[in-house]
């Protein structure tokens, strides 16, 4: 019971003078009201505070590696630039295709 009477999405009724109004309409058909809720403040600080966190990132600088090192994609041991295999598993470096003679 009260199916057929159920409101399309986002659908809104004004406070004002209880008219239902459509989602996209801003203010109500009727009188002109605003939407309830459409003029929620937007806070410029919030979103400042979230960048912030994420400079955090700059931290790990200090875990900056050795240039040209690379890590084992298999085993995940960080090895020198200069080796063509990994020191653990011999896997070769990734990038590094098997020279054809
Ligand atoms: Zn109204
Ligand atoms: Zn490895």
């Given at each position: 019971f009260?199916?057929?009477?159920?409101?399309?999405?986002?659908?809104?009724?004004?406070?004002?003078?209880?008219?239902?109004?459509?989602?996209?309409?801003?203010?109500?058909?009727?009188?002109?009201?605003?939407?309830?809720?459409s003029?929620?403040?937007?806070?410029?600080?919030?979103?400042?505070?979230?960048?912030?966190?994420?400079?955090g990132?700059?931290?790990?600088?200090?875990?900056?590696?050795?240039?040209?090192?690379?890590?084992?994609?298999?085993?995940?041991?960080?090895?020198?630039?200069?080796?063509?295999?990994?020191?653990?598993?011999?896997?070769?470096?990734?990038?590094?295709?098997?020279?054809l003679?």
């Amino acid at each position: 019971f009260g199916d057929k009477f159920k409101k399309p999405k986002g659908s809104w009724d004004c406070a004002v003078c209880l008219v239902s109004n459509k989602a996209e309409d801003n203010k109500c058909v009727a009188c002109q009201s605003e939407k309830a809720g459409s003029s929620v403040p937007v806070t410029s600080s919030g979103v400042s505070a979230f960048s912030a966190s994420s400079g955090g990132f700059l931290g790990l600088d200090k875990f900056k590696k050795p240039e040209g090192s690379w890590d084992c994609e298999t085993c995940l041991v960080q090895n020198k630039a200069e080796a063509t295999k990994c020191v653990a598993c011999e896997s070769a470096k990734p990038g590094t295709k098997a020279e054809l003679k």
